[in-house]
């Protein structure tokens, strides 16, 4: 039984070591637009607004019309953000820029509070932050499965070895384009039938109520260090009809205790059509185009 | 709890150390340990249906007991009627009420009588199809005099709900597993080893292989009306093989778990795909199964000892059953349906020896005749699956209809690379082959890493990397194909 037990060790601690070893080649492979732009933000401070934000950001925002408008800005968008990533996007931000920027905008919609958002599994933004923050601490910090966290790490690292070879082709062009994502297509009935299966269990979703207070949080956190803090909507297309009207109704209360905290919520006053999205959600670059500008008319009428 | 999730390495750790550490002085405690822990093991899914479990064990335990006090052919025919009804009872009622009431009344709809029903909300049970039949196999077996009953409570009790074949089997019978029940476990290392390599084999199968083609079949099935033909083929061959490693791969699980507290459970898997015959798929696949309904059905009914006609209307209602037993849905009933008739050739066919022992034995290749016999076998196999994994007979009608017509040579451009682009049909070829090559020279042994003779460099490597794979593999908890039944 005493050498039974003693090979299991052994081979657990072998595993183990191997796993962890293996690991920490995770974040060598960097050829991924959400890690880029992540890496292209801390180029940049002293901007008069950082949007944070999930993937509508970074497909909605457009830095250039706002440049236009004598407003320095980045689209800091994370596929799938969440509070969680919010929270983590920002403080990496912070940490590695030297002066604050004027005013952080915060994405709010109803994706940022489901099931998809924050999965730290599936993007390890984490591991690309200055300095990387270890799976182990980002459990601790957050309520990440960690199992899964270290298989994933362990799978990327195996990708990883390989990684070196791997030429970046996106950031120069993130650079350009200040984390913002250009593209041309248009919504069509057939992308939304491929698509939809995926949303459909959106509508099973319960409100968290526990993310408005740690969204709340943040804010204070975020203005503590110097910056002022809004939210802001976006135009979305198909998307809320997959969530229940409880949810909704939570959503919309959600906003309202935003405001009453003292934060603005700029509310989406545009009715977009399909025209102006890529995809399900997504806004094309002519939408983004519509969304900035409406966002730089509505920031105008908004005293710093 | 699944044997993939995260918390049964947890469990099965913390029950493993305790059995062979606080448990191991007594037999009783040892089964009463094993009772404890089973029935946490159940209860982590649903406490509230141990209930069943317990009244089937203690009415066959009564019932044991009452056989050997009983004296008459009567009483003793009674007490083995209340059994069947009891195991059958709960049987029938969990799993096939609603399907009897949907027949009952698409059947007063096509003869345009009024029918007035309304399904019950019943939620089936987990291994309510295994347990059942592991208990009626005790009391037939006692009622047979084939075993004496049983006196320790706990004893059976433990024989009927133990935790690593409780929820998909292998099917144990009461005379194989219930006498290591009477006796004292003690630490036998090499087997303990070699359960930890079959459990490893077991999470291989399943995690790497059935999960990964499951994407290719769940594709193909749900989207066959718009797909050409090879894809089909392919999405069928997958789907075979994502049952068998998913079976399989939970029967070398329960086995191996099963190894590391003493007890020996029966093999459920012989490498069924290089059979060279239907009868031999079957001596080959769920074993568990077809030898409880052969020594429990077919041979009662007759076996082939009466005409070739009598035994084939045997080999067809017992084939039958077994599909009913798997699921109430015309589909599993047509499934083994199928089956019974590529049986009867063997019946009525010229008598040729039957294949006893494996394929190509002693040889590393097989010769033409056996490559096309298994490959015949295989395809037969193939056809009979897609009535298996269908949502209905017409959907499974409608997806051969589609392979045997025109469209057989249809390849979808678009569809390849949808699949391609997820890397599934690459991964899953792969898998398949690589799963055939290392089982065909695995073919002789009990499972596909049972590699005690090799050096201990050569042994360990081959851990690490199945055991990184499988690893690397985890994720999204897939429950089994067989926990549905």
């Known amino acids: 039984m005493r050498v039974f037990c003693l090979k299991m060790a052994v081979f657990l601690l072998g595993f183990i070591c191997v796993v962890k070893l293996v690991g920490s080649f995770d974040h060598r492979d960097r050829n991924d637009h959400n890690v880029?732009?992540?890496?292209?933000?801390?180029?940049?401070?002293?901007?008069?607004?950082?949007?944070?934000?999930?993937?509508?950001?970074?497909?909605?925002?457009?830095?250039?019309?706002?440049?236009?408008?004598a407003l320095k800005t980045f689209s800091l968008g994370v596929d799938s953000a969440g509070v969680d990533f919010?929270?983590?996007?920002?403080?990496?931000?912070?940490?590695?820029?030297?002066?604050?920027?004027?005013?952080?905008?915060?994405?709010?919609?109803?994706?940022?509070?489901?099931?998809?958002?924050?999965?730290?599994?599936?993007?390890?933004?984490?591991?690309?932050?200055?300095?990387?923050?270890?799976?182990?601490?980002?459990?601790?910090?957050?309520?990440?499965?960690?199992?899964?966290?270290?298989?994933?790490?362990?799978?990327?690292?195996?990708?990883?070895?390989?990684?070196?070879?791997?030429?970046?082709?996106?950031?120069?062009?993130?650079?350009?384009?200040?984390?913002?994502?250009p593209g041309d297509l248009t919504f069509n009935p057939i992308l939304f039938a491929e698509t939809k299966e995926t949303y459909l269990p959106l509508n099973k979703n319960l409100f968290p109520k526990g993310d408005v207070a740690a969204l709340l949080r943040l804010?204070?956190?975020?203005?503590?260090?110097?910056?002022?803090?809004?939210?802001?909507?976006?135009?979305?297309?198909?998307?809320?009809?997959?969530?229940?009207?409880?949810?909704?109704?939570?959503?919309?209360?959600?906003?309202?205790?935003?405001?009453?905290?003292?934060?603005?919520?700029?509310?989406?006053?545009?009715?977009?059509?399909?025209?102006?999205?890529?995809?399900?959600?997504h806004l094309n670059t002519s939408g983004a185009e519509l969304a900035s500008r409406s966002l730089v008319a509505t920031l105008s009428q908004i005293s710093p | 709890?699944?044997?993939?999730?995260?918390?049964?390495?947890?469990?099965?750790?913390?029950?493993?150390?305790?059995?062979?550490?606080?448990?191991?002085?007594?037999?009783?405690?040892?089964?009463?340990?094993?009772?404890?822990?089973?029935?946490?093991?159940?209860?982590?899914?649903?406490?509230?249906?141990?209930?069943l479990i317990v009244l089937s064990s203690l009415v066959d335990y009564a019932i044991g007991l009452g056989l050997d006090r009983a004296k008459g052919l009567g009483s003793r025919r009674t007490l083995l009627v209340i059994s069947l009804v009891t195991n059958l009872g709960i049987l029938g009622f969990f799993k096939y009420f609603n399907f009897f009431l949907g027949s009952f009344a698409a059947l007063m709809q096509q003869l345009g009588l009024p029918s007035h029903t309304s399904s019950l909300a019943v939620i089936l049970p987990v291994g309510v199809s295994f347990y059942t039949f592991q208990s009626m196999s005790y009391t037939i077996d006692v009622y047979r005099g084939k075993l004496h009953p049983c006196h320790d409570a706990v004893g059976f009790l433990a024989f009927v709900a133990f935790f690593p074949q409780l929820v998909a089997g292998p099917i144990e019978r009461a005379t194989h597993l219930l006498p290591q029940f009477k006796s004292?476990?003690?630490?036998?290392?090499?087997?303990?080893?070699?359960?930890?390599?079959?459990?490893?084999?077991?999470?291989?199968?399943?995690?790497?292989?059935?999960?990964?083609?499951?994407?290719?079949?769940?594709?193909?099935?749900?989207?066959?009306?718009?797909?050409?033909?090879?894809?089909?083929?392919?999405?069928?061959?997958?789907?075979?093989?994502?049952?068998?490693?998913?079976?399989?791969?939970?029967?070398?699980i329960a086995i191996g778990t099963a190894r590391l507290f003493g007890f020996d459970l029966m093999e459920n898997f012989s490498y069924p795909y290089f059979s060279r015959d239907i009868g031999e798929f079957w001596r080959r696949w769920h074993i568990s199964l077809s030898t409880w309904f052969r020594d429990y059905v077919y041979l009662p009914l007759g076996g082939n000892r009466r005409s070739k006609p009598r035994t084939a209307m045997n080999i067809i209602a017992t084939f039958t059953l077994s599909g009913f037993w798997h699921g109430a849905s015309w589909t599993f009933v047509w499934w083994g349906l199928l089956n019974s008739l590529f049986y009867l050739p063997l019946i009525f066919g010229t008598p040729s020896p039957r294949p006893r022992r494996t394929v190509a034995a002693g040889r590393h290749l097989p010769n033409l005749d056996e490559?096309?016999?298994?490959?015949?076998?295989?395809?037969?196999?193939?056809?009979?699956?897609?009535?298996?994994?269908?949502?209905?007979?017409?959907?499974?009608f409608s997806y051969i209809g589609v392979i045997f017509s025109d469209r057989?040579?249809?390849?979808?451009?678009?569809?390849?690379?949808?699949?391609?682009?997820?890397?599934?049909?690459?991964?899953?070829?792969?898998?398949?082959?690589?799963?055939?090559c290392w089982e065909w020279f695995q073919r002789e042994k009990p499972h596909g890493l049972s590699v005690g003779h090799l050096p201990r460099a050569a042994r360990w490597g081959l851990y690490y990397l199945?055991?990184?794979?499988?690893?690397?593999?985890?994720?999204?908890?897939?429950?089994?194909?067989?926990?549905?039944?």
């Open chain 1, 36 to 69: 880029l732009r992540i890496h292209s933000a801390n180029q940049y401070d002293n901007l008069d607004i950082l949007f944070v934000g999930n993937s509508f950001v970074n497909t909605g925002v457009n830095p250039e019309v706002f440049e236009r408008n």
């Open chain 1, 86 to 181: 919010y929270d983590a996007l920002t403080d990496n931000y912070f940490r590695n820029t030297q002066i604050p920027p004027k005013r952080v905008l915060f994405l709010v919609s109803a994706m940022t509070f489901s099931h998809f958002a924050d999965n730290f599994g599936s993007a390890r933004i984490h591991r690309f932050f200055s300095p990387p923050v270890s799976n182990e601490e980002l459990t601790l910090n957050y309520d990440v499965p960690y199992f899964l966290l270290i298989r994933k790490s362990f799978a990327k690292g195996l990708q990883g070895f390989w990684a070196n070879s791997k030429k970046a082709g996106l950031p120069k062009r993130l650079r350009e384009t200040r984390g913002f994502r």
């Open chain 1, 219 to 281: 804010a204070e956190k975020t203005q503590e260090r110097g910056a002022q803090v809004m939210f802001f909507e976006l135009p979305t297309f198909k998307s809320r009809s997959f969530f229940s009207d409880a949810y909704l109704r939570e959503y919309a209360a959600a906003l309202t205790r935003l405001e009453q905290a003292g934060f603005p919520v700029i509310h989406n006053k545009l009715d977009l059509g399909p025209e102006s999205f890529r995809n399900m959600d």
């Open chain 2, 1 to 51: 709890m699944l044997f993939n999730s995260i918390e049964f390495p947890f469990f099965l750790t913390f029950c493993f150390v305790l059995y062979w550490s606080v448990a191991r002085f007594h037999q009783r405690i040892q089964n009463g340990f094993l009772l404890l822990a089973s029935y946490v093991f159940y209860g982590w899914w649903d406490f509230r249906f141990l209930g």
């Open chain 2, 184 to 252: 004292k476990r003690f630490f036998d290392p090499i087997k303990a080893e070699d359960g930890l390599r079959q459990i490893l084999w077991g999470l291989f199968k399943k995690v790497v292989v059935a999960d990964s083609c499951a994407v290719c079949a769940d594709f193909a099935f749900a989207s066959h009306d718009t797909l050409g033909g090879p894809i089909l083929v392919f999405g069928a061959i997958c789907f075979a093989f994502q049952i068998y490693c998913d079976f399989s791969g939970y029967s070398h």
């Open chain 2, 371 to 396: 490559v096309k016999k298994m490959g015949f076998t295989f395809g037969l196999i193939c056809l009979a699956w897609i009535f298996f994994r269908s949502d209905s007979l017409t959907s499974a």
């Open chain 2, 408 to 436: 057989l040579f249809q390849l979808d451009a678009e569809t390849l690379l949808f699949l391609n682009a997820r890397g599934a049909a690459t991964k899953s070829g792969f898998l398949i082959a690589v799963l055939l």
């Open chain 2, 466 to 485: 199945f055991a990184f794979t499988v690893f690397s593999h985890f994720g999204e908890e897939k429950p089994f194909i067989y926990f549905q039944f």
